[in-house]
């Protein structure tokens, strides 16, 4: 027991029915997000005692008057779980901005498996709707979603079209959860519907 936590143990959940997928962008039932809530962070989370928005990977942000421009710092020393998709010794890396960069470019990417998309950024992140389109296409645009800028290591920039205060709630949805390119180029959407590589308190 340290500082009011215990390390190791496993969590065993009681469901009523069989989980259908893990793979973030297609949590779409209660079920699937209990268990893979253990597992992923977001940017931000809901707080279990009154679901208040609080920080996860990152430790704290920055908004402008007309809520447009989000700027997260992401929290130092947030490791993704160890796994062989890492290569050498399996050991999980430091998640930076890039990763953060990453998984929205990712929330933005057309797919029969992305649920999220509709529900999050579209319409609402500068750039989302050209890149998925881009992407339906097959032609991905350089750069990304435009609108999610990494401005250094730690340090990521979200620019909206319109003012939108819930933004931090969307944030917290499975759609928004961070997870490591390396494991979606090893496993694809297929083999993490039953992999979960995050950063949460368990390992699966």
């Not at 996860?56 to 942000?61: N, P, Q």
């Not at 991905?140 to 290591?153: A, F, I, T």
């Not at 496993?187 to 390992?203: M, N, Q, S």
Request: proline share 2%.
């Amino acid at each position: 027991l340290n500082g009011g936590k215990f390390a190791g143990g496993v969590l065993r959940l009681n469901e009523v029915e069989d989980f259908s997928t893990l793979y973030p962008l297609n949590i779409t039932n209660e079920v699937n997000q209990h268990i893979a809530n253990q597992m992923y962070e977001g940017l931000v989370r809901l707080s279990q005692v009154d679901l208040s928005v609080v920080p996860a990977i990152a430790e704290s942000w920055q908004v402008n008057e007309d809520a447009t421009v989000w700027t997260f710092h992401i929290r130092k020393n947030v490791k993704f779980h160890d796994d062989e998709c890492f290569g050498g010794t399996g050991t999980g890396r430091e998640v930076t901005a890039k990763d953060i960069k990453w998984s929205f470019d990712n929330l933005c990417t057309s797919s029969t498996n992305n649920q999220w998309y509709n529900i999050t950024f579209k319409k609402r992140v500068k750039g989302a709707d050209e890149y998925y389109q881009s992407t339906k296409d097959k032609k991905p645009l350089g750069g990304g979603v435009s609108g999610v800028k990494v401005l250094d290591d730690y340090t990521i920039e979200i620019t909206l079209n319109n003012s939108f205060s819930g933004f931090l709630n969307l944030l917290a949805t499975p759609g928004a959860f961070i997870f490591p390119k390396e494991a979606f180029d090893k496993y694809g959407e297929d083999g993490l519907r039953t992999k979960a590589i995050g950063t949460g308190a368990f390992v699966l």
